[in-house]
């Protein structure tokens, strides 16, 4: 059996239409068989409902008189693009307020205009003929702009990989906060509800489908960027009506230590063509997983902890390593089942006519990391290969002679065996000098809690530790914890001068 799309928008048409959600079709699957379900079943609808960072929107206000070419823009503070024509904006959900900084954003002007409240217009120009104005202010509602369109670069993430952070402190990234030792583990994603989830193969979805994006009707424009489907990573990009949007499914957000972002609702309806769509749509959260990524490891390929499912995820706790971990959403799974069951209405009533891509997403590209031509400054680069260490078990009035004959403030202390087990810095050994009592040894007044580097780390890491733990050096460490560099401030401060720029 095989259905047209003429078929299923006559029967929506017709009030005859059986439209399904995506949760409910894995029972409906079970229940009659795939035969009985393409037969019984003419549609389903997806939903999703997450952080969505790269969205934004096209605004138009008109002219001003006299006319204004802007050319530096700000709404609420939050600076917009100004490389567009004279009275045309492009705003950015993530770009940060110049005044409050991550407490309010690109996504807050946005809610804010959906919302109907008013927000202010600040631009500035150089001047020209026929733009003679060189600033203006002034306060705008949404009802005020030409076109308010919101084309989101990036939306409905297939899937994401859950995060948790293996290291001894708190971690804020874009997958919310992170507790130490793997206190946590975050998750985002529809699993079962998500649209290209339930089309992997995107036979579906492509450019030109209709959309409920945000409480209005949008439509796909193409693939997203960074689009992956080829590892389960595929992305649409879309757009839609700002002026016919609910707030209830747009959300301005803050995620404490990383900036500002937008919850954006997107759900897409899919036609039962065919056995293969059946068999798509009948996919569980039992069968989608996702990698656990370690976050403690700031690099663009975070190792994996464990693989997980989504039915795992939203079970509340996963085992790692024998213990069971809670886990928490960053997402709305309710949210989400809310814009699968409107999308339905709107099939059923005839608001949302189905159809098929113009054009084709590509179904197996793989997303590339970025080219560097150059490669940024490592460890290594500036690190002081004539380091100074000493025992664990000798006095401390040697550590004071090596500090003062070295022409150093901190000292890595080894053991027996040349592995570094503490570190000792000039405050350390003068407090020990200035207050005698039971401390002779160094072992007895070094810090064992020692942050370390690697020699092929980044220099930008590097920074990042010291600034984090509050230190002026970090003791450069090979793969056996042997010391075989120090680290420092200064080292730092030569490279930011320019003089380690190669």
Known sequence: ??????QINERIREGSARVVTAEEMPGIVAELGEEGALKEVDVVTTGTFGAMCSSGAFLNFGHAE?????????LN??????????????IGATQQSDTLQAEYGGAHVIEDLVAGKSVELRASSHGTDCYPRRTITTELLLENLNQAIMCNPRNAYQRYNAATNTTDRALHTYMGTLLPG????????AGVLNPLSNDPKLRLIGSGVPIFLCGAPGMVIGEGTQHSPAGGFGTLMVTGDMKQMSQEYLRAATMTGYGVTLYVGLGVPLPVLDLDVVRATAVRDEDI???????????????????????????????INGEEIRTSPLSSFRRARKVALELKQWVESGKMPLALPARAIDPIKQNKPMHQSKKGPRVLDIMDRSVITIGETEEIRTAAKKLLKGETNHLPVVNEKGILVGIVTTFDVSKAVANPGKAHLVRDIMKTKVITAAPDESVDIAIQKLEQNNISALPVIDSDHRVIALLTAIHLGKLLGGRWLK
């Open 182 to 189: 793997s206190g946590n583990v975050t998750y985002s994603g």
């Open 77 to 90: 503070n939050v600076e917009a693009y100004g490389g567009l024509a004279a009275v045309d904006t492009y």
């Open 289 to 319: 997983s996702v990698d656990i990524l370690d976050y403690g490891v700031p690099s663009r390929s975070r190792p994996t902890v464990r693989t997980a499912t989504y039915a795992e995820l939203r079970s509340g706790s996963v085992e």
């Open 1 to 6: 059996m095989h259905k047209t799309i003429g």
């Open 66 to 74: 006299p006319p204004i070419r802007m050319e530096r823009i700000w």
